[in-house]
T-cell receptor, first 113, second 109 residues
Framework: DAKTTQPPSMDCAEGRAANLPCNHS???????VYWYRQIHSQGPQYIIH???NNETNEMASLIITEDRKSSTLILPHATLRDTAVYYC??????????????FGQGTTLQVKP | DTGVSQDPRHKITKRGQNVTFRCDPI?????LYWYRQTLGQGPEFLTY????????KSRLLSDRFSAERPKGSFSTLEIQRTEQGDSAMYLC???????FGPGTRLTVL
């Protein structure tokens, strides 16, 4: 079973920041938070991941609470092409682990003009 | 370009037929994963390879399914005696690159 909870859908105005929440209250100390997105009819696309520190890359920022029980993915300036299903996943990394991703239902983000 | 190719991209078959899909990561990876995705659902883990060894199989992988990775590079997924419930998108990824392939969409009539 997925270990994360996300709202099923969200809307965002084009050009505004999209803030996608995720709850992972049972996360273990060695589990990372990963975000993927899936645009219709394509394979999932990696966005960002983190363990406990906030992370930023060219696509997004990831804010993880101090207790690590929740996180927020931030798309700073959403465009219409960011319309997709966004998946928040907790995953054990490193050798000796399968490292598989367990996807939940995700959040469908609709960016509107 | 995701760095992973899958073939075929689409497959339509009749119930009871056998089908085989192929996954080719462009660069070498120790790990390879197969997932299945049905309409409206997130991808579901099917199986995992570390080099040639198949180290984990989901309970979703019935005895009609078999996967191989003979040389630790490309992988094949075969479904025997297909059923309509097998209709789905089949995805593969080495995960280390964080890319998924474009998937093979299977339709069983």
């Amino acid at each position: 079973d997925a270990k994360t909870t996300q709202p099923p859908s969200m809307d965002c105005a084009e050009g505004r920041a999209a803030n996608l929440p995720c709850n992972h209250s049972t996360i273990s100390g060695n589990e990372y938070v990963y975000w993927y997105r899936q645009i219709h009819s394509q394979g999932p696309q990696y966005i960002i991941h983190g363990l406990k520190n906030n992370e930023t890359n060219e696509m997004a920022s990831l804010i993880i609470t101090e207790d690590r029980k929740s996180s927020t993915l931030i798309l700073p300036h959403a465009t219409l092409r960011d319309t997709a299903v966004y998946y928040c996943i907790v995953r054990v990394s490193g050798s000796g682990n399968t490292g598989k991703l367990i996807f939940g239902q995700g959040t469908t983000l609709q960016v509107k003009p | 370009d995701t760095g992973v190719s899958q073939d075929p991209r689409h497959k339509i078959t009749k119930r009871g037929q056998n089908v085989t899909f192929r996954c080719d990561p462009i660069s070498e990876h120790n790990r390879l994963y197969w997932y299945r995705q049905t309409l409206g659902q997130g991808p579901e883990f099917l199986t995992y390879f570390q080099n040639e060894a198949q180290l984990e199989k989901s309970r979703l992988l019935s005895d009609r399914f078999s996967a191989e990775r003979p040389k630790g590079s490309f992988s094949t997924l075969e479904i025997q005696r297909t059923e309509q419930g097998d209709s789905a998108m089949y995805l593969c990824t080495p995960l280390e690159d964080r890319f998924f392939g474009p998937g093979t969409r299977l339709t069983v009539l």
